[in-house]
Nanobody, 113 residues
């Protein structure tokens, strides 16, 4: 059974950077649009960034210009480079493979002020 595993979360000061990774244990990237979501305490899960199989990219307005999503289909890995982090970016970040509706377990990102 294929799983998604996120890594790269942690504690960082405001203005700092983190790079998240999402690795699939099987070859599913070639036919899946991939997403990063996040969920802060007491809030609904929200879409942060998306990248299609064709490479089209979209970002939430709140992260546009600060976050960069990318993917490597050969390595079955997706990335989220997060710069200029703000306390409001604090959340559990999840990766999602859309066509197979597969979710990772999440990785915690905490940004201190």
């Amino acid at each position: 059974q294929v799983t998604l595993v996120e890594s790269g979360g942690g504690l960082v000061q405001a203005g700092g950077s983190l790079k998240l990774s999402c690795v699939a244990t099987g070859s599913i990237f070639y036919f899946n649009d991939m997403h990063w979501y996040r969920q802060a305490p007491g809030k609904q899960r929200e879409l942060v960034a998306a990248i299609t199989t064709g490479g089209s990219i979209n970002y939430a307005d709140s992260v546009e210009g600060r976050f960069t999503i990318s993917r490597d289909n050969v390595k079955n890995t997706m990335y989220l480079q997060m710069n200029s982090l703000k306390p409001e970016d604090t959340a559990v970040y999840y990766c999602n493979a859309q066509q197979v509706n597969l979710w990772g377990q999440g990785t915690q990102v905490t940004v201190s002020s």
